[in-house]
Every structure is written in structure tokens, then in C-alpha cells.
């Protein structure tokens, strides 16, 4: 069963920093381009970032280069989201997705041409 877990939402302060881990059951993440998304009710599932499994440049979503870094571990399998200096902006819901490896990162994020998405975890940036 193709399944993607993530793990490390919460609660955070304006300012501080978030680690989001995404775990697949099914595949290994360096057959498919990764990708985080976030949503906010009433909003559309915007991408935040993706990072292809060639070795390519990630994508960023507009004003978050340089805060937030997405990485992967071929070798345990994970990939992660790290977000530093959040506000309040940045409260949502965060997906991991999996995309073809044919798919470049910015057409993943700004697309979504995502073909397995995970359940989302809470992100809440408040003081």
C-alpha cells in the first residue's frame, strides 16, 4: 500500500523554527520528485517547495527561499521541511507529496501534478 506519513507539526512561537519529516510506506523517495504543500481553509493547496530526484535545484514558493529548505535522505528514506523564522502567515495545514520522477519541481508546486499525497499535519505559528 503507497502511503506518505508526515510527522513535526505543532504549536510554535512567531520566530521560531519547525522540522517536518515525511516517511513513505510502498516506494522509495529517490524514484519520485518530493514536494510540500500547505493549506489554509478557503484557500487552494498552494506549493511550498519541491526538489527533484536528479539532483536539480529545488522550487520555492514566493518569500519562502531562504526561510524554509526542503532535503531528502535517499539513504533512510525521509525527506524533511525545515522552516525557520515563521509567522503567523505560515499557519496551515502541511502535505508531503510524491510526484513522477518525469515531473520537474516548479511544474509539481506550481501545478500540483502531484500522484500521491499524504494526510497533512497542523502547523501553528501563534504567541
Known amino acids: 500500500q503507497v502511503q506518505l506519513v508526515e510527522s513535526g507539526g505543532g504549536l510554535v512561537q512567531p520566530g521560531g523554527s519547525l522540522r517536518l519529516s515525511c516517511e513513505p510506506s510502498g516506494f522509495t523517495l529517490d524514484s519520485v520528485v518530493i514536494g510540500w504543500f500547505r493549506q489554509v481553509p478557503g484557500k487552494e493547496r498552494e506549493g511550498v517547495a519541491c526538489?527533484?530526484?536528479?539532483?536539480?535545484?529545488?522550487w520555492y514558493g514566493d518569500s519562502l527561499r531562504g526561510r524554509f529548505t526542503v532535503s531528502r535522505d535517499n539513504a533512510k528514506n525521509t525527506a524533511s521541511l525545515q522552516m525557520n523564522s515563521l509567522t503567523p502567515e505560515d499557519t496551515a495545514v502541511y502535505y508531503c507529496?510524491?510526484?513522477?520522477?518525469?515531473?520537474?519541481?516548479?511544474?509539481?508546486?506550481?501545478?500540483?501534478?502531484?500522484?500521491?499525497w499524504g494526510e497533512g499535519t497542523q502547523v501553528t505559528v501563534s504567541s
Open positions: 507529496a510524491a510526484g513522477r520522477s518525469s515531473t520537474s519541481a516548479h511544474d509539481m508546486c506550481q501545478r500540483r501534478l502531484v500522484a500521491y
Open positions: 526538489m527533484p530526484n536528479n539532483g536539480g535545484n529545488a
